[in-house]
């Protein structure tokens, strides 16, 4: 039985293409979208709600119990990384339903493709809407003229709207979101190198606790390397005493990095490889991924996809 989606939200697009190729309904659809999908009108009361969170990184969906739930269903089959973060039903004995998810670097990037596939789009369209929408617009209508300075329109506004400002704050804050949606406190360095598909920067130290994993000492003078690349589906660590000698490595496993004008941001997928000086890999938290997949928060080939990442990372600092 088809869902009757109302969809409100900078993802209008790319969700209703998705939404109509899987034998859904749109309806409600705004102006744009009708003329986009050759729509008709269509003011039959919606089962789910699909609208912008706040932060607009993600989804707040409300309706029909048993609706949310294939809708889920439905997106996670299509969106690699996309994450059910919360999920409550409603006080009242009438089968509603809220869910909300997060649509990390892969979501966002097939999210890209179903709307490039309606109208002129660019690469990481859905993440500049968020950081520079009324550039976003200027070189996408730019786009839709000269077709053929995709390529270039895409370099420059990569360059304009997120690797340019970041170079120049030379601070970097990286968005470290857990699968339960909330980040840990930023963590926050000083930019070493950047470069449009990576950038490396520094954490100095303190004396006290212990590194996530290592079992060693926190000492004071201690300082991190922590090496961030556009789209990699691991962030690395690396701890170094004060006189330069490497304390150990730790990769965590994540979503795909989407770098932005203040540093990064990613969704940890709780399984990590590290590796102690001159000692062999260890994997961690496998039963923590495991967890996340059977109470539905990712889908299991989010779970498979971690895990080869982690199998990879494991097989390179082995040999």
């Given at each position: 039985?088809?869902i009757?989606?109302?969809?409100?939200?900078?993802?209008?697009?790319?969700?209703?293409?998705?939404?109509?190729?899987?034998?859904?309904?749109?309806?409600e659809?705004?102006?744009?979208?009708?003329?986009?999908?050759?729509?008709?009108?269509?003011?039959?009361?919606?089962?789910?709600?699909?609208?912008?969170?706040?932060?607009?990184?993600?989804?707040?969906?409300y309706?029909?119990?048993?609706?949310?739930?294939?809708?889920?269903?439905?997106?996670?089959?299509?969106?690699?990384?996309?994450?059910?973060?919360?999920?409550?039903?409603?006080?009242?004995?009438?089968?509603?339903?809220?869910?909300?998810?997060?649509?990390?670097g892969?979501?966002?990037?097939?999210?890209?493709?179903?709307?490039?596939?309606?109208?002129?789009?660019l690469?990481r369209?859905?993440?500049?809407?968020?950081?520079?929408?009324?550039?976003?617009?200027?070189?996408?209508?730019?786009?839709?003229?000269?077709?053929?300075k995709?390529?270039?329109?895409?370099?420059?506004?990569f360059?304009?709207?997120?690797?340019?400002?970041?170079?120049k704050?030379?601070?970097?804050?990286?968005?470290?979101?857990?699968?339960?949606?909330?980040?840990?406190?930023?963590?926050?360095?000083?930019?070493?190198?950047?470069?449009?598909?990576?950038?490396?920067?520094?954490?100095?130290?303190?004396?006290?606790?212990?590194?996530?994993?290592?079992?060693?000492?926190?000492?004071?003078g201690?300082?991190?390397?922590?090496?961030?690349?556009?789209?990699?589906?691991?962030?690395?660590?690396?701890?170094?005493?004060?006189?330069?000698?490497?304390?150990?490595?730790?990769?965590?496993?994540?979503?795909?990095?989407?770098?932005?004008?203040?540093?990064a941001?990613?969704?940890?997928?709780?399984?990590?490889?590290?590796?102690?000086?001159?000692?062999?890999?260890?994997?961690?938290?496998?039963?923590?991924?495991?967890?996340l997949?059977?109470?539905?928060?990712?889908?299991?080939?989010?779970?498979?996809?971690?895990?080869?990442?982690?199998?990879?990372?494991?097989?390179?600092?082995?040999?």
């Amino acid at each position: 039985m088809a869902i009757r989606a109302k969809i409100r939200s900078i993802y209008s697009t790319a969700l209703t293409k998705l939404l109509l190729d899987s034998g859904h309904r749109v309806v409600e659809p705004s102006v744009k979208i009708r003329q986009r999908f050759s729509l008709e009108s269509c003011d039959e009361t919606h089962d789910v709600l699909l609208m912008d969170r706040d932060d607009f990184q993600g989804l707040d969906i409300y309706g029909e119990a048993e609706s949310i739930c294939r809708l889920l269903d439905c997106i996670r089959k299509h969106l690699l990384d996309a994450v059910l973060v919360e999920l409550d039903q409603d006080d009242s004995d009438d089968g509603l339903m809220s869910a909300r998810m997060e649509l990390p670097g892969a979501s966002k990037e097939a999210l890209d493709q179903l709307r490039y596939a309606v109208t002129p789009t660019l690469l990481r369209h859905h993440r500049l809407r968020i950081v520079d929408s009324t550039a976003l617009e200027r070189a996408e209508g730019t786009l839709s003229r000269h077709p053929e300075k995709k390529g270039e329109l895409e370099k420059d506004l990569f360059l304009q709207a997120i690797f340019v400002p970041l170079e120049k704050a030379g601070v970097v804050r990286v968005e470290h979101v857990r699968p339960s949606g909330k980040s840990m406190r930023p963590r926050e360095g000083v930019l070493v190198n950047a470069t449009p598909e990576s950038i490396l920067f520094r954490r100095s130290f303190s004396k006290g606790g212990t590194y996530d994993g290592l079992d060693v000492p926190i000492q004071a003078g201690d300082y991190g390397l922590t090496t961030i690349r556009e789209g990699a589906w691991f962030v690395k660590h690396a701890y170094y005493t004060k006189d330069d000698k490497l304390i150990g490595e730790y990769y965590n496993v994540n979503t795909p990095v989407e770098l932005y004008p203040y540093g990064a941001r990613y969704l940890d997928l709780e399984v990590d490889v590290v590796k102690k000086a001159g000692r062999r890999p260890r994997l961690l938290d496998r039963e923590k991924l495991a967890l996340l997949s059977r109470r539905g928060a990712i889908g299991s080939a989010l779970e498979s996809k971690a895990m080869a990442v982690a199998g990879e990372l494991m097989q390179t600092l082995t040999g």
